[in-house]
């Protein structure tokens, strides 16, 4: 890999007195698959909102491609090729699983918002797109009655829509049961095999090992440590502030494989 895809450096978040992010310093390459985790009050979601634009930072920069994301809007982030998901799965529930992806994808046209008559508009591609995230067959059903392990992947379906090269999944495997984990985090590393950028911060350990190449730990606001997950898994500052020896239970038989 060439070059650095998303750099963060000094990034403080202060709320009052209390010192959520306090100088996190952390580089991304292109066509890296990253998790960022951390234990409750950490400063792990602060850190995310503040890389992914809900939040401004009290101080600190985030360069994207050597030009600073902050400050961008949600159209301007997806012009530039940024993507995110969210915790809680957000999808247009009132309209079919194909006009979702229809709609995203006419939002990438330029069209914001995009509350035109969607008709045929994109079909053979937002049918791609519903194939690559297992969801063909529900094609034509409300997104509101699909299970929650399908919104997510119609959440994640309707960020690839825009094509980008750098996705931000805020706890992709969240409220997922153990398969379903499994299947959207081999997703994931098929898509950061493919060239994709991910950065994803995560609680359930066995959607990080095997599918980030490194990870990030947050205690205090503070990058304790970073490596590949067998590393900071034995890390004893890590197991003695955060993960203890539950780690190691996903070294290795625990592993998510590569897809």
Avoid at 26 to 32: A, L, T
Wanted: glycine share 12%.
């Amino acid at each position: 890999m060439n070059g650095v895809a998303l750099v963060v450096r000094g990034l403080v978040r202060h709320f009052g007195g209390v010192k959520a992010v306090d100088g996190v310093d952390f580089e991304v390459m292109p066509g890296e698959c990253v998790a960022l985790i951390g234990p409750n009050g950490a400063g792990k979601s602060t850190c995310f909102a503040c890389i992914a634009g809900q939040q401004r930072p009290t101080s600190g920069q985030v360069l994207w491609e050597g030009v600073s994301l902050l400050g961008w809007s949600p159209r301007e982030r997806l012009q530039r090729g940024v993507a995110r998901s969210f915790q809680v799965a957000q999808v247009f529930e009132a309209l079919t699983v194909r006009h979702n992806v229809q709609l995203a994808l006419q939002v990438r046209e330029g069209h914001w918002p995009a509350w035109r008559p969607l008709g045929r508009r994109h079909q053979p591609e937002a049918d791609a797109l519903l194939a690559q995230a297992g969801l063909g067959a529900l094609a034509n059903q409300e997104a509101a009655s699909l299970p929650y392990g399908a919104k997510k992947r119609l959440e994640l379906a309707l960020a690839l829509a825009g094509q980008p090269r750098l996705l931000l999944l805020d706890e992709p495997a969240a409220g997922l049961a153990g398969q379903e984990r499994q299947a959207l985090m081999q997703w994931v590393r098929k898509l950061a095999d493919g060239g994709l950028t991910v950065l994803y911060t995560e609680h359930n350990m066995d959607a990080v090992a095997g599918t980030a190449d490194r990870v990030l730990v947050l205690i205090e606001g503070r990058l304790a440590a970073q490596g590949r997950f067998e590393d900071i898994a034995r890390d004893p500052v890590v197991q003695a502030r955060y993960l203890g020896q539950t780690g190691l239970d996903f070294l290795p038989a625990g592993k998510v494989g590569h897809a």
